[in-house]
């Protein structure tokens, strides 16, 4: 239980053109996911915070019109990268944090928070 | 402002000896920690986390980690560190003090096992 997937795994777009991010929680429900960037040898960085029915709330410094966040159902969160440039070049993962589903009657994985695989961005 | 520092970018061992990696975190509450590990091209996984209710967390894989608040650490251990334990390991705080909310991460880990 608890499995969190992102699609695609990776995308190589033009600059310019904007790039959808699908992060999904698979066998719960998840009222807020979180989303991270993390440049080649570095940490993650946490860009927004999305939440179930409104609007996501960016961190300091995180373009919100660059960086679009959707998070229309309990179980899936979208990533817009709009007219993506070479410097948006990164690894985005996507956390989730499980609030109800099968997954939250498991000992131990109530209320813990859960990364997707990552979605690799290259921008030519 | 919660923060982590890893000491040691990159750390070294030999396959079957002690894997010892660092954390020390800043907080002004009491904390949340966390440690992930990250194989290459691949999102995190949980190892263990630190919610208060031991000090001594026994997470999978055969890793524990310590809270200590005289230290403000929470370094990761393993006895015996096999091949497969090679990978990017990450010390992370929770940012609002809840168990699940937004996370700082240090610095990372590499680990690399040698036969």
């Known amino acids: 239980g608890a499995v969190v997937s992102q699609h695609p795994s990776w995308v190589i777009c033009k600059s310019g053109t904007s790039v959808k991010i699908e992060c999904r929680s698979l066998?719960?429900?998840?009222?807020?996911m979180f989303w991270y960037r993390q440049f080649p040898k570095q940490s993650l960085m946490l860009m927004a915070t999305s939440n179930e029915g409104s609007k996501a709330t960016y961190e300091q410094g995180v373009e919100k019109d660059k960086f679009l966040i959707n998070h229309a159902s309990l179980t899936l969160s979208t990533l817009t990268v709009t007219s993506a440039h070479p410097e948006d070049s990164s690894f985005y993962i996507c956390?989730?944090?499980?609030?109800?589903?099968?997954?939250?009657?498991?000992?131990?994985?109530?209320?813990?928070?859960?990364f997707g695989p990552g979605t690799r961005l290259t921008v030519l | 402002a919660q923060s982590v520092t890893q000491l040691g970018s990159h750390v070294s061992v030999s396959e079957g000896a002690l894997v010892l990696l660092r954390c020390n975190y800043s907080s002004s509450v009491p904390p949340y920690l966390f440690w992930y590990v990250q194989y290459p091209n691949q999102g995190l996984q949980l190892l263990l986390k630190y919610t208060s209710a031991a000090t001594l967390v026994k997470g999978i894989n055969g890793f524990e980690a310590e809270f200590k608040k005289s230290e403000t650490s929470f370094h990761l251990t393993k006895p015996s560190a096999h091949m497969s334990d090679a990978a990017e390991y990450f010390c992370a705080v929770s940012v609002d003090g809840t168990s699940y909310g937004k996370l700082t991460f240090g610095q990372g880990t590499i680990l690399t096992v040698h036969p």
């Open positions: 066998d719960f429900q998840a009222t807020t």
């Open positions: 956390s989730a944090r499980v609030t109800s589903g099968r997954a939250s009657t498991i000992a131990g994985f109530a209320d813990t928070q859960y």
